[in-house]
Every structure is written in C-alpha cells, then in structure tokens.
C-alpha cells in the first residue's frame, strides 16, 4: 500500500480493490485500521439514501463506496485520509479519523449483517466527496435578514 492515497493525482481514482486488496480472497470481514488510508462517516441508512437521491444528477457521482450494517441500519462512508480535519459533522453523521473499520468480502450478500451497499461510484472511485456529504447531511441553519436597511456604523 503506498504512503497514503491523500497524495495521489486528483484524476486517478481509488477503488476499493486499491484501498483493500485482501478483500478479493477474503470469505469472512476483516479489520482495517483507519487514519492513514482512509477515514469513515457513518450515517443512518435512510440518510445515506437521501444524500445518493440528492445527488443523483451529478456525473461522476460524488458518493463512492459504502459499508451496509444491517443490525444497526447504517451505511459507512469511506472518505479520504485526513478529510475530516477542520470539518464540523453533526448528528445523524458520525466522522472517524481513527480506530478500526469492519470491511465485509465481496462476496457477502444482501442477507449478511455487513455488506457492500455500494462498491463505488460509476467510475468505481471508493471516497466520498466530504464537502458535499456534510452539505447535505448537516443542518443549514436560516440566515436573519435585517428589515431596517438605514446603514449600519462599524
């Protein structure tokens, strides 16, 4: 595995047999430290599917691969290594710059408890766009307008 997918070219994609090449022999999940390589966010299932509808126009896809936990509902995000320095998530996202990230083979199906919900976007790119996750996934909050438009002193 190279020092870290951070300092690739931006038009060479990752994929997951990149970022994971045990999983093509793999026939039970395995655990993969993340920081170096990668970084996760895991959101509820119906909130991962929001995001995947909201942004079903863009081409490529800004939403890469995703781990399905099916006995807690949620769907891992893999995002690049480092993306959650200086971000802000807030519920229902939770980032993780370190600790250990289940992967489940390929060759796991729709009725194993962990599973591939996706293996990537349509160019087979393994990260998530994190800006444009946090935008739909964290709440925007209403910007006041002032009604009075006498200039203000500073």
Not at 55 to 77: Q, S
Not at 83 to 109: I, K, N, T
Not at 127 to 152: H, I
């Amino acid at each position: 595995m190279p020092a870290s997918y951070a300092v690739r070219s931006s038009t060479e994609e990752v994929s997951i047999d990149d970022l994971f090449p045990s999983m093509a022999a793999a026939q039970a999940p395995f655990e993969v430290v993340i920081g170096e390589h990668f970084d996760t966010l895991t959101v509820p299932r119906p909130a991962a599917l929001e995001v995947i509808r909201r942004y079903e126009w863009l081409r490529p896809h800004p939403v890469g691969a995703a781990v399905a936990r099916a006995l807690t509902d949620e769907w891992v995000f893999i995002l690049p290594p480092g993306s959650g320095y200086g971000m802000q998530w807030s519920w229902p996202a939770e980032h993780c710059g370190e600790g250990v990230l289940a992967v489940p083979p390929l060759s796991a199906g729709p009725d194993d408890d962990l599973r591939w919900a996706r293996a990537g976007n349509e160019r087979g790119r393994v990260f998530s766009a994190p800006f444009l996750l946090l935008f739909a996934l964290c709440p925007s909050y209403p910007v006041s307008v002032r009604a009075d438009r006498t200039p203000v002193r500073i």
